[in-house]
Nanobody, 125 residues
């Protein structure tokens, strides 16, 4: 089993920045694609960003392109989401996910192998 633990969420003003971290543990043999989803109250969980195991391929939801950057440090088994120019519309609970097959904009959340507990991001206007 793989355990994922997110951190870095908080309250920030519009236009500000936050960096989320997701630390993975429990497995070393598999190479996982990793990504971030978010869910606002009353809405479905939606894809935000993903990165391949090597870090050579990334993808983003249209709503965050140019503002968010996903990266990973495999030596630390950690994936990051740098969020800049935050908007109130970015307010949501952010979840880290890992999958042995792959992640991208079309990945249904229920197809991800592992999930973290989430971290709240609130952007005030």
């Amino acid at each position: 089993q793989v355990q994922l633990v997110e951190s870095g969420g908080g309250l920030v003003q519009a236009g500000g920045s936050l960096r989320l971290s997701c630390a993975a543990s429990g497995r070393t043999a598999s190479r996982y694609a990793m990504g971030w989803f978010r869910q606002a109250p009353g809405k479905e969980r939606e894809f935000v960003a993903a990165i391949s195991w090597s870090g050579g391929s990334t993808s983003y939801a249209d709503s965050v392109k140019g503002r968010f950057t996903i990266s990973r440090d495999n030596a630390k088994n950690t994936v990051y989401l740098q969020m800049n120019s935050l908007k109130p519309e970015d307010t949501a609970f952010y979840y880290c996910a890992a999958d042995s097959y792959g992640l991208g904009p079309s990945t249904p959340p229920d197809e991800c192998d592992y999930w973290g507990q989430g971290t709240q991001v609130t952007v005030s206007s």
